[in-house]
């Protein structure tokens, strides 16, 4: 049986009225949405909000889905809109975290537990996971959608595809100028050593 095949099989039986069997889909794919929000949101907290607003969400909505279609492609799908929407309303009322890069990189916390590290080669290599989480940040919905799955998550450009219900022609464009965004943002924020 196919993990397509065991996924609908899984959502058949939850339709049905198995309701506890929704937590082995769950459990199953909570560590791939909880990664993939991640790379939307800087706060692992709001990640984990939005994770679960993503499962509470298909579960409402489970008996909408289409099993002609696999199961996690329609739930990253809910996954990134959920992403989506959470960063449009965050926009409207902007809040500040104690959590918040500008809070801890003031010395509040070590840079690095790892006793054996060198602060030097941690400083630099946080300040290239800050600029490119920011770079990533400023690329606009439809091309950090793209590369978030499929370079950040390791997708195939055609799950990618059928995640977001376009062609995997229109995916490759995307990655592509996306990755060329990317490296003008982290040239500028980073200087030419790129």
Known sequence: MTSDSADNAIVERVV????EAYGILVRKYQDRIY?????YVSNPDDAVDIAQDTFVKAYAKLRSFDASSAFYTWLYR???????????RRKSRPTDSLDDEKFTAGGFEPVSLDPRGNPEKVAILDEQRRALRDSI???SNKLRTVIILHDV????QEEVAQILRIPVGTVKSRVSRARAELKNLLVKQLGEAL
Do not use: Y
């Not at 809910?78 to 449009?88: E, G, H, K, S």
């Not at 998550?153 to 195939?156: A, I, Q, R, V």
């Open 78 to 88: 809910i996954a990134v809109n959920t992403a989506i929407d959470f960063l449009r």
């Open 16 to 19: 049905k009225g198995e309701v």
């Open 35 to 39: 990664s993939a929000v991640a790379n």
């Open 153 to 156: 998550e390791g997708l195939s």
């Open 137 to 139: 940040n400023r690329l």
